[in-house]
């Protein structure tokens, strides 16, 4: 079975400041996605980033970049300049068999004006 | 542009009732998934749609029914509610495997 573990239950950061959310997972498929999701007070789950693994280059979307390390199963999320707006729960995912995504228990960011 | 809808977005239920959440969306999207939420364990895939008339289990099926007779719609019903039930449902869809999938507000459940 695949699994995703996300070994931070909370971050804080500094307004302005960068940190980086940490996601391993477990499979052995090699042709698979991965996403982060965020999810604010308002419950509202928004998609953050999406990496196909079979490409080599880390995706980037604005200040959000994720460092994808296939050999170690390892998929990190980086937020630089962060937010007030960018406190909420952050949820890694991976999806292999087209729908059963499988999410990890969640990061919870704090960010300290 | 209304994306995903949820209804009810709050219910409390009796222990043995039986109720269904509904879950509509207008993206003309095929696949359709269930989700619950619970402190500390992200979210659990309960039942999924890839088409109208094509449904099957998720990671926790158990005390759940689905059906899916349109596009639109994916309603999931609870038989005989349990106390292990109480739970943030998500309802989400997306146009293929492996795209972003588009969530629900959530309906959060309370079974007492």
């Known amino acids: 079975a695949q699994t995703v573990t996300q070994s931070q239950p909370e971050m804080s950061v500094q307004e302005a400041e960068t940190v980086t959310l940490s996601c391993t997972y477990d499979t052995s498929e090699s042709d698979y996605y991965l996403f982060w999701y965020k999810q604010p007070p308002s419950r509202q789950m928004i998609l953050v980033i999406r990496q196909e693994a079979y490409k080599q280059q880390n995706a980037t979307e604005n200040r959000f970049s994720v460092n994808f390390q296939k050999a170690a199963k390892s998929f990190s999320l980086k937020i630089s300049d962060s937010q007030l707006g960018d406190a909420a729960m952050y949820f890694c995912a991976y999806d292999y068999n087209n729908n059963d995504m499988r999410f990890g228990a969640g990061t919870r960011l704090t960010v300290k004006p | 542009n209304a994306g995903v809808t949820q209804t009810p977005k709050f219910q409390v239920l009796k222990t043995g009732q039986s109720m269904t959440l509904q879950c509509a969306q207008d993206?003309?999207?095929?696949?359709m998934s269930w989700y619950r939420q619970d402190p500390g364990m992200g979210l659990r895939l309960i039942h999924y749609s890839v088409g109208a008339g094509i449904t099957d289990q998720g990671e926790v099926p158990n005390g759940y029914n689905v059906s899916r007779s349109t596009t639109e719609d994916f309603p999931l019903r609870l038989l005989s509610a349990a106390p292990s039930q109480t739970s943030v449902y998500f309802c989400a869809s997306s146009y293929g495997g492996q795209t972003e999938a588009f969530f629900g507000q959530g309906t959060r459940l309370t079974v007492v």
């Open positions: 993206m003309n999207h095929e696949y």
